[in-house]
């Protein structure tokens, strides 16, 4: 007896095929099937383990499975202009799940799931809020830097503050961006050098550039110490 899932893109379509998975490997037995595949093609991403857990590991199963039959290595594709009709879309997904399964093209008249039929608007606007979150995400991902100040201080009142900074600015990594600087007087004659620093986040710690370059060979020859006087978030 066919079994129906709808609305695989919203958390109750995914709850339904995490129950039906439940103690099952596959959709139809222990073997991948076109089911396997025609299922897959409807859900739109990796269902969360936490939440849909049957279906997180069904999801990763199939994904091995269509892996394996693809050993070539890909370079990467991307497709630009606008994208296919869903009903075009559905069928490229029911010839490669036939050409993969080397089965018969798929018989329409029982289908369950409905891979052909329009979009409806709580589909629009579901398509609408992904296209909304995955945008703020990637902005959010892209913001990832730090503004730091810090102070760089000399051994004494006899070393040269031209050739400190330069010693300090010297220092290249990516990620790494040397701002405005400027010396201030810290008392008998001794002056320190404090230097705006840009960095992002996810290349650059602050601790280990002043623990591995701006304190060891040949830098400190100038500089005694380093310290953070503000860390914000860009």
Not at 60 to 67: I, N, Q
Request: charged share 30%; net charge negative.
């Amino acid at each position: 007896m066919a079994v129906t899932f709808a609305n695989l893109h919203t958390e109750l379509g995914l709850k339904s095929l995490n129950e039906f998975l439940s103690g099952k490997t596959y959709i139809s037995g222990d073997q991948l099937t076109k089911d396997d595949i025609k299922v897959y093609a409807a859900v739109l991403e990796k269902p969360s383990v936490d939440l849909f857990p049957n279906a997180g590991q069904w999801f990763d199963c199939v994904s091995s499975k269509l892996a394996s039959r693809f050993p070539g290595k890909a370079v990467g594709v991307r497709i630009s202009g606008e994208a296919a009709p869903a009903k075009e879309a559905s069928k490229v997904s029911l010839v490669v799940s036939s050409w993969f399964l080397q089965e018969s093209p798929v018989d329409d008249d029982d289908d369950d799931i409905d891979l052909f039929g329009d979009e409806t608007e709580e589909e629009k606007k579901a398509t609408e809020e992904r296209e909304a979150a995955a945008k703020a995400s990637s902005k959010k991902k892209e913001s990832g830097k730090s503004s730091v100040l810090l102070d760089v201080k000399p051994w004494d009142d006899e070393t040269d503050m031209k050739k400190l900074e330069e010693a300090v600015r010297s220092v290249e990594m990516p990620g790494l961006f040397w701002g405005a600087s400027k010396l201030v007087p810290v008392g008998y004659g001794i002056k320190k050098l404090t230097i705006m620093m840009t960095i992002v986040d996810d290349l650059v710690s602050v601790d280990s550039l002043i623990e591995e370059q701006l304190t060891v060979e040949p830098i400190n020859e100038y500089v005694q110490s380093c310290d953070i006087v503000a860390f914000n978030k860009i």
